[in-house]
């Protein structure tokens, strides 16, 4: 059995775990020595660009290419016809859940290019392949689409009226699946008898991606071997390769998926896209690479958006303000055609992070995931983790409230102790480590919460309005796949780690290689970290729900353990001792109890110039290893965000953050932190600014920056982290994850510092200065 890492042990070595180690790729990267999608280019490739649909829902009656195809430089116009006669797949879901009364969902099943149908403002029909990425653009202009126009919805709500445009013939009420968690009497009969309820209505909003890198993507065909590459961003080749090759309806094993830096994802980059199949069977019907980049106008309609969850949510105490049950019913807008894992980012995710960091005996919710004649949905930044901590932790406040208590008394009296864990949900999670109460003091010392009520005066003084809020968070991470660790030593004397997650601007190559050296003693400055190329690993479950550390740092320290076993043999072969005679220890293998031995990096430097072994012992010291996987783990933590509201304007500053965070052993400090300042300013931007609308039209209405806020560096302010680890037990490093934990912490947080500003008892997501203004006039208007 490995022992987790002894960090005090090793606190003493530059590039030791829990160091704060630079990124190793920062150097290349901020010079502009990265290569993107759209960074590369192949001999002889030619250019595509999409036609896509100006309706959101309608029947298609016919497409006329002809003039398309008459234009300077054009060489093909492909529609979906062309794509069902060459016999290709469809993309779909890959799950298989079960509703509310056992019913399986509802799939549906997306043609790369739109045959029958077109369901959403955005949806492709055609492509066009030129030789320049202008006369492509010029030319789709000339595909004529005779679209017969049909009603459209926008709301999930209304999509499930009887009246409501039916997206789907076989989809009825454009209901995808009616989940359900919890017993729903019993709940009930415990929500009747309960000495204080609180109901509150709660808007995840719909969020647009927007990556810093658009998608980009190269087809590329070899008929010799009669194999497709596609260069590309993605959040893992191996996951991509299976879901490309599923929508082409062929074999993994004629796919090479190759993915160099990628410049942002959040979820979106993990699923398949209707551009790409038509983009390979064009390089299989042209002979030439073909090569797409999504423009940044066309990215709003054509990546999957985020959120768009609207719940009812309610909270069940007794008379002494203990929590007995909660409960979430509403509906989850799907878009207009299923992502690889809809629809489990708004249904089971909301249950299983619901519990957060509360005894709470009970939990029901309901959702019902609805088809709507808008942009599909799919996971951003914690697929549903952020949204129940936030469901959660506004029912708290809105508790205190009502009942009059303090906010953190109300929070600590429901924690789950120390003395509870291990510790099983209503949710079927079980929560291994943590000390949820201690994060929560800390948090409150750290934000100077005694004197709040000073800063408030002072601000009332400057005629403004001054909230504090809390936004305590735990989340359940994905449960690692199956993890390659492979470990190369390479004749140039540097060391390879292949494994199948994949950066996508975590930084993983800096805390892999820390993680290396400290089990292998191999010099951090010579490890290189491998993830691109589907065709060099044998696994991988790519980058998502916070796993990457549990699932690549496990596989790399069993695969450290193979490498020592083998350098071993290969130790006693050079020392002339028996194996059992050989020992390891800092890099170095020794015969115990002399000073003869031999370091690893000239062991491998030896077995690379043709070190000649016996029969049946190791002929170098490279591994390949599958690590099998291990349990979820639980990051948690404790924001605390306060804000100063301008009344007359309705414009929100955050004046103050703070952020206790337990991630277990913490590899990188310096990376954690800059993770979890990502996932805040994520949270501020939904809380704040973002909203992806629709009019009932189904034009997207905030189509571009001009009409789409993001938040800037000069919105947040400066960020105090603190981490109180507790250690992971269900892993080897003792690491919980913290990509998403951000984006958990800061929706609850803000929201509730605003609604303590303004004096009100709720008010949706995104608090925009106009909403804001509403808000203070109409709470006015109600006092006097």
Known sequence: MNKPLDQDALSTMKFAVGQSVPRKEDPILVQGLGSYSDDIDLDGQLHAAMVRSQHAHGVIRGIDVSDALAMPGVVAVYTGADLVKAGYGTISSTLKMRGRDGEVMRNVARASLAVDKVRFIGDPVAMVVAETPAQARDAIEAVIVDIEQLGAVVDPASAVAPDAPQIYDDVPGNLILHYHHGDADVVSKVFAEAAHVVSLPILSNRVVVAPLEPRSAIGDYDAGSGRWTMYMGSQGVIGMRALIAAALGEPIERLRIVTRNVGGSFGMKSATYPEYVPLLHAARDLGRPVKWTDTRSESFVSDMHGRAIQLTASLALDAKGRFLAVRMEGFADIGAYLCHVAPLYATLNLAKNAPSVYRTPLIEVDVRAVLTNTTPVGPYRGAGRPDANYVMERL????????????????????????????????????????????????????????????????????????????????????????????????????????????????????????LASRLGVPFEKINLFQADSDRLIAGGGTGGSKSLMASGA???????????????????????????????????????????????????????????????????????????????????????????????????????????????????????????????????????????????GQLVTGSFMDYAMPRAGDVPYFRVENHAVPATTNVLGVKGCGEAGCAGSLPSIMNALVDALGVTHIDMPATPQAVWRAIGEARGAAG
Request: charged share 25%; glycine share 12%.
């Open 396 to 515: 708290i406040d809105a508790a205190a409230v009502q009942m009059g208590v303090d906010r953190a008394s109300l929070r600590r009296r429901n924690h789950i102790r120390p003395k509870d864990i291990p510790y099983s949900t209503p949710a079927d999670t079980h929560y291994d480590s943590g000390d949820f109460t201690v994060l929560l003091d800390k948090a409150l010392e750290a934000a100077d919460w005694k004197g709040f009520a000073r800063r408030r005066r002072e601000s009332r003084k400057r005629g403004m309005l001054r909230g504090i809020g809390i936004g305590q968070y735990l989340e359940v991470t994905a449960p690692p796949m199956k993890e390659m660790g492979g470990i190369r030593f390479e004749k140039d004397g540097s060391v390879t780690i292949l494994t199948g997650t994949l950066d996508y601007g975590q930084g993983h190559a800096t805390p892999f290689a820390q993680v």
């Open 555 to 697: 596989a790399i320290v069993e695969a450290s353990e193979k490498v020592i076993e083998k350098g071993r043999a290969v130790a006693a072969h050079v020392l002339e001792a028996a194996p059992v005679d050989v020992e390891f220890e800092a890099g170095r293998f020794s015969i115990v109890g002399t000073d003869r031995g031999v370091g690893i990096m000239e062991l491998a430097e030896s077995v690379n110039a043709g070190l000649l072994m016996p029969d049946g012992e190791p002929a170098s010291l490279d591994v390949d290893h599958v690590h099998e996987s291990a349990p979820s783990a639980y990051p948690n933590g404790c924001h605390i965000a306060e804000v100063e509201v301008d009344p007359e304007t309705g414009v929100v500053r955050i004046v103050g953050y703070v952020a206790v965070n337990d991630f277990g052993v913490i590899v990188n400090p310096m990376l954690v932190e800059g993770q979890l300042h990502g996932g805040v300013v994520q949270g501020f931007g939904q809380a704040i600014m973002e909203h992806a609308r629709y009019d009932e039209s």
